[in-house]
């Protein structure tokens, strides 16, 4: 999330390399000072001071030798990244320099239950022309086994820091056998000045990660209404101001019946957040508390005076995280909805956006995400590596996946008292972007 609601509008230079360019003598200098603000920005704003016993002198001082043996653009960004993972912190995060080529995969994965499957695969990928598909079970992604505990480290590695041009996996298909493929990936060309709507420098935030820039549909409201009997509405991101937040409430007060669709939802602002949630209750609720270096404060969402009355059904998975997972655990919590789907990411903490560049002709924009403040639930129970337990676990399987059904929604439906229908509820919303990266 992030503490504000206004996104700062940056314009900045990108990178011009792909992830496999030699590096230049400036590329690795610029690469040295990167890595001492982000080390000055640890020691300056991490909630905890004391690293959970990280030794980050020595941590550092590895990631300076690996600058310098760095051979690719790739490796450096690594190298400084790399840097944080043993914090075992999905929030405290490199943010490296935008890159004018994009790695498309060719895939998409997530993980359901304690297993990670292929979730979309591209047509004309060379991941569709060497037989994956979705429903696939990943065994292995370059020695890599994915894990709960493993995919932040797995995703920041092959999405930011150090795309790859081909891919070793191991899999199973649902029929049991075992393969082993190497997928390559495409490139894609991305124009030069880059308009990016990361928080300005010090927003707060407890999102898992700062985007480059929005989605093509972030932040637009995907709502359906069935009747006057139930309301569908699928957030991808904790984003829309107050204003639209209530526009939309307004269109549902109508419906008996809410399903709110969290799933793949990694969170957002957290005035967002507190908006939606003043819309579900009568009186002040707090929703968490946050323990920084200065002290504890309680996050309150305020009641809009007009809360919706109806039943409300969430769903959330793997990848909700931060808001969605707030919001989740509150409507648990304070008895007001019922949450079904799979355990979530378990991604909840807030943290601080800090933006730095580097260069004097040709300005090269980076920054980091830092934690600065635990998060615990009004019961003072944590959600970070835990996440929320749904009260009804459903997980698609192998076939659903492969088939493109959904029996989360059809169940949510179901407890809405709408009639089930597995492919229209798996139908409801169309991806709001194609398969192209885990």
């Not at 404060?297 to 969430?314: E, F, L, M, Q, W």
Request: glycine share 10%; hydrophobic share 40%.
């Amino acid at each position: 999330m992030v503490r504000g609601a206004i996104l700062g509008m940056l314009v900045f230079i990108a990178v011009s390399s792909c992830p496999s360019q030699s590096l230049s003598r400036i590329d690795r200098e610029r690469g040295h000072v990167m890595l001492r603000f982000l080390r000055q920005d640890l020691v300056d704003y991490y909630y905890d001071p004391g690293f959970h016993g990280v030794d980050l002198a020595a941590r550092f001082s590895d990631a300076d030798k690996k600058i310098d043996r760095a051979a690719t653009l790739g490796q450096m960004f690594l190298a400084i990244g790399g840097a944080l993972f043993d914090l075992r912190d999905a929030h405290t995060q490199f943010i490296p320099p935008p890159r004018t080529l994009r790695v498309d995969y060719g895939w998409e994965m997530a993980m359901i239950g304690d297993s990670c499957y292929v979730t979309a695969v591209s047509p004309g990928s060379d991941a569709a022309a060497k037989g994956l598909r979705a429903g696939d079970r990943i065994c292995s992604i370059d020695g890599c086994v994915p894990s709960r505990s493993s995919m932040h480290v797995l995703r920041t590695t092959m999405e930011d820091l150090d795309p790859r041009a081909v891919v070793s996996m191991r899999f199973q298909c649902p029929d049991g056998g075992m393969n082993d493929l190497q997928i390559g990936t495409r490139r894609r060309e991305r124009v030069r000045v880059v308009n990016s709507a990361a928080p300005s420098a010090g927003e707060r935030t407890v999102d898992d990660a700062i985007p480059e820039g929005p989605a093509p549909a972030a932040g637009v409201p995907h709502l359906k209404l069935i009747g006057d009997s139930l309301a569908v509405w699928k957030l991808p991101r904790f984003d829309l101001s107050a204003k639209e937040t209530g526009r939309v409430m307004e269109t549902i007060g109508g419906s008996r019946a809410l399903v709110l669709d969290l799933r793949n939802n990694p969170g957002g602002y957290i005035t967002s957040l507190l908006a939606l949630a003043g819309y579900f209750f009568d009186e002040d609720v707090t929703l968490f508390r946050a323990k920084g270096r200065t002290g504890v404060d309680s996050v309150v969402a305020h009641t809009s005076g007009r809360p919706y009355r109806g039943k409300v059904i969430v769903l959330i998975d793997s990848r909700s995280g931060s808001s969605s997972e707030i919001f989740a655990r509150a409507m648990q919590f304070y008895g007001r909805g019922v949450v079904i789907g799979d355990v979530s990411c378990g991604s909840v903490m807030e943290a601080m956006y800090r933006q730095h560049a580097v260069g004097a002709d040709n300005v090269v924009m980076y920054g980091a995400n830092i934690t600065v403040a635990a998060i615990a639930l009004p019961d003072g129970r944590p959600l970070e590596g835990r996440g929320v337990v749904p009260d009804e676990i459903i997980l698609p399987a192998p076939r659903d996946i492969a088939l493109g059904l959904d029996p989360v929604m059809v169940r949510a439906t179901e407890c809405a008292g709408a009639p089930p229908d597995g492919w229209r509820a798996g139908e409801l919303f169309p991806a709001a972007r194609g398969a192209g990266n885990p």
